[in-house]
């Protein structure tokens, strides 16, 4: 045995990075230590709370449960990279309008549950919501507003891809 | 929670990754999805020498229709199997029981192989794989071999997987076009495994009497299992409420029921003829 390191080159938020690792270290404490990525948090630290979701090529996954070298030659996506403070993404609107958190702490994994959740299916019943956030523990709202926020969120998405369809469409010449 | 240190290889075949097991002398494990290694790890129940990445191999990936069969890659996720065209249309009940695995991360990265090599007695596919009559696929320094599902759970996280052999696949019996199949658990409700998860399959004749019937349980006891004493109890009887409701009284006799904090060994007992007896009523009536 030896904690000999091992290169990784992993694309986070669009910026590519490059780094030498040991193999056991936790693609959360990679983002969070490393490259100082701290709106990804750890909670359970047993692949239970969802704290620590993110995006990992395009999938919702928990980066306590991962390796930092299984990340390697992939795309991350963190919650810093969803939206920015003078543009929100969709998700963070329905967050902020409907008030979908209250001490804040599992807050960012929720909202990056809740990409993966959208992405597979953008017009979840109230029931699907339920069930899509299965996979995040928050201890103080009780959910409800969580689940409003969500409904916010896809209403705003497929909204915004209503627009753009409707703008292709005139762009093409269509009436 | 960080793992002891540990040599991280990557295999590029299936061969690689025998190789590397047997140069590992009995230190190795393999890494598939990692949701239920790298937790154990974490928690330092178990601290391989080496962990052996087979995430790489495509040969592992993805769903075959094979002389009447699936044949699922080890590789598979959960959520590969949800999205699956060929599971959808050959064996909707794998796709309904992914559903029940975990939450959405888990299903992103927990694969097939992992679950049924790591045998939880509380994961929900071992209970599927005995009532699809799988036959898990290895492959090791001689060869491929196949073993059937009900030869392979031996006991809590105990398998017939020899150590330096790769599972590469398992492969699922397509039911009769006429039977009805279904997974219903009651899961814990921290944990979401399942207490008691049950598969059954059955169809009738134009007689209505049961002509096919397969039932396999997860949850209650120490190792999955095929509940015989309910499809016998059930076969060329005719469909009547009364007939489920006596099989599945008999859904406990295959298994010694287990106890623990949550859920005693007679409640288990109690919630394993319920709930058979509510997934033969679906298929059933």
Redesign the interface.
């Known amino acids: 045995?030896?904690?000999?390191k091992?290169k990784i080159s992993v694309k986070v938020n669009g910026i590519q990075h490059t780094a030498e690792v040991?193999?056991?270290l936790?693609l959360v404490?990679y983002l969070r230590d490393v490259l100082d990525l701290t709106g990804t948090h750890v909670g359970c630290?047993?692949?239970?709370c969802?704290a620590c979701?993110i995006m990992?090529n395009g999938?919702?996954?928990?980066s306590c449960?991962?390796?930092a070298?299984?990340a390697d030659g992939g795309e991350v996506m963190t919650v810093e990279g969803i939206g920015s403070m003078e543009q929100l993404h969709p998700i963070q609107e329905g967050f902020w309008e409907k008030h979908g958190l209250q001490c804040g702490f599992c807050t960012s994994g929720v909202m990056m549950?809740t990409m993966?959740?959208l992405q597979?299916n953008p017009e979840p019943t109230e029931q699907e919501i339920r069930e899509?956030l299965?996979?995040?523990i928050c201890r103080c709202t009780g959910y409800q507003y969580i689940v409003g926020a969500i409904q916010d969120a896809a209403q705003r998405m497929s909204e915004a891809k209503r627009g753009e369809e409707i703008e292709t469409l005139h762009a093409g010449g269509g009436k | 929670m960080i793992p002891s240190t540990f040599d991280y290889v990557r295999a590029e075949t299936v061969e690689d990754a025998i190789k590397l097991l047997v140069e590992s002398e009995g230190e190795g494990k393999l890494l598939a999805g990692g949701h239920s290694l790298l937790p154990l790890m974490k928690f330092r129940l178990t601290s391989p020498g080496t962990l052996i990445d087979i995430n790489h191999i495509s040969d592992l990936q993805g769903v075959q229709l094979k002389d009447e069969r699936l044949v699922v890659g080890a590789l598979t996720t959960h959520r590969d199997i949800i999205k699956d065209q060929l599971v959808q249309e050959h064996i909707p009940v794998l796709a309904q029981t992914a559903r029940q695995i975990g939450d959405i991360q888990v299903r992103s990265r927990g694969t097939v192989g992992g679950n049924i090599a790591h045998a939880d007695p509380a994961a929900d596919l071992p209970g599927v794989a005995l009532a699809l009559e799988a036959e898990i696929e290895l492959q090791d320094e001689d060869g491929k071999q196949r073993v059937s599902a009900d030869g392979f759970f031996f006991g809590p996280l105990l398998t017939a997987l020899p150590e330096t052999s790769v599972l590469t696949a398992v492969s699922f019996l397509i039911p009769p076009m006429h039977a009805k199949s279904v997974y219903v658990k009651y899961e814990h409700p921290a944990s979401g495994y399942a207490v008691v998860g049950v598969c059954a399959i059955a169809g009738k004749n134009a007689s209505g009497k049961v002509d096919f019937i397969r039932v396999g349980i997860n949850g209650v006891s120490d190792v999955a299992y095929r509940a015989s004493a309910v499809e016998e109890a059930l076969l060329g009887k005719a469909v009547t409420e009364e007939n489920i409701r006596k099989a599945a009284l008999l859904a406990t006799k295959d298994a010694e029921m287990s106890g623990d904090m949550f859920a005693s060994a007679e409640y288990r007992s109690h919630l394993c003829s319920i709930y058979t007896e509510r997934a033969l009523k679906q298929v059933l009536l």
């Open positions: 045995m030896s904690a000999k091992i040991e193999a056991r936790l404490h630290d047993t692949t239970q969802g979701t990992l999938e919702a996954v928990k449960t991962v390796l070298v299984q549950a993966g959740l597979e899509g299965k996979g995040v």
